[in-house]
């Protein structure tokens, strides 16, 4: 059977052959005879494992000997928008509002203290990013989504901060572009997006902003002990890092960063090219701020939704349904997605407007 175009948000498509070489070591890992479900967190093949995953993590960042950890933590990506400021939140920190999950990592950084909302894109349903806000001064952290996985819309640019440290959300497009990390302290991820199967989150952390809070923090929160013990304070999710060490192995392989930026990038000017094209479709955000990882737009009759959705369908298209709060349609284009899926996909909506 051929697999099927998946465009799904997450957990979603990664390479095949990660697929492949994850299913023999569930039976046999390397030779060994034993299952990476099996075996201790605590043994020398998995330490490998974890060491691995964490070093290439920050290679592929490019934040090598620059005063960062990589750690692989569980609890998802929303686990770290309390975690964030567990650690981080003395007094007053700042966030802007992207989206659905921006104004989640709100909701949970209010238990520790202030928030001050710098700017927010709410009134418009979240359809662009907000530019030309101030920053005050004094802030303990400022925090940011870089890639707004349910409306589509991703920052281009970052704030430049002097003193204050940049937390950034970048669950759903990590590693897809080339951009200097080094201008965030810390960085989360949860691994079901561009990395791995659900379970993991990468947190890249900048050491000389943690310390600095008063408040005792619980060990499983506590981003210093996990530093301290390499990431092996409890059972790491040894499945979840093992599949995102042999992605990002994958991605090393691949040509890093920038080459999944190029490919990315010629997906993106694709579909968006056939949105704007197309008579019966129109893109959901600011053209500005559009996403490279996922891309939403909706029928601009919607009476015509039933024939379409069936026509994708009968073209092994998967998972390309918006998200309940926006509707329409929303391909993620994550790096383990071909070009030649998103011309299927073009080839569809081409195919439709001829039909119609
Ligand atoms: C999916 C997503 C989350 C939530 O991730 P969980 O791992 O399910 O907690 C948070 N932020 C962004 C940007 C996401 O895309």
Redesign the pocket.
């Known amino acids: 059977m051929e697999r099927p175009h998946n465009f799904s948000a997450?957990p979603c498509i990664l390479p095949l052959e990660v697929f492949e070489k994850a299913s023999q070591s569930v039976i046999d890992l390397d030779g060994s005879g034993l299952s990476i479900l099996e075996i201790s967190h605590r043994s020398s093949a998995f330490v490998e494992v974890i060491e691995k995953a964490r070093s290439l993590a920050l290679e592929q960042l490019n934040l090598n000997n620059k005063g960062y950890k990589a750690l692989f933590m569980q609890g998802?990506?929303?686990?770290q928008f309390l975690m964030t400021a567990y650690n981080l939140l003395q007094k007053k920190a700042g966030y802007l509002d992207t989206?659905t999950?921006s104004a989640?990592a709100i909701k949970e950084a209010r238990n520790f203290g202030e928030i001050e909302v710098i700017a927010s894109s709410k009134d418009s349903n979240y359809t662009y990013i907000p530019k030309n806000y101030t920053i005050p001064e004094g802030l303990d952290y400022l925090h940011c989504?870089s890639?707004?996985?349910i409306f589509g819309t991703q920052m281009k640019s970052f704030p430049h901060l002097k003193e204050t440290p940049l937390v950034c959300?970048m669950?759903?497009d990590i590693f897809s572009r080339n951009i200097d990390f080094s201008q965030f302290d810390l960085i989360y991820a949860?691994a079901?997006?561009n990395m791995g199967p659900?379970g993991a989150?990468l947190i890249v952390v900048k050491e000389e902003i943690l310390g600095k809070v008063s408040r005792n923090i619980p060990s499983m929160m506590n981003y210093e002990l996990f530093i301290k013990k390499k990431s092996m304070f409890n059972t790491p999710p040894v499945f979840s890092v093992y599949v995102s060490m042999l992605t990002l192995e994958w991605l090393a392989r691949n040509g890093g960063v920038s080459a999944m930026e190029k490919k990315n990038q010629a997906k993106a000017d694709l579909i968006y090219s056939e949105i704007d094209r197309n008579s019966l479709f129109e893109g959901f955000t600011a053209k500005e701020d559009r996403s490279m990882m996922n891309a939403t737009f909706t029928l601009k009759n919607k009476v015509l939704t039933p024939k379409f959705d069936e026509l994708w369908k009968s073209a092994n298209i998967n998972g390309l349904n918006g998200h309940r709060s926006v509707g329409g349609y929303r391909a993620s284009m994550y790096n383990a997605l071909s070009i030649e899926s998103v011309k299927v996909l073009v080839d569809v909506m081409k195919h439709f407007e001829k039909t119609i």
């Open positions: 997450g998802g990506a929303s686990m989206g999950w989640n989504t890639n707004n996985t959300d669950s759903s949860g079901q997006k659900a989150t």
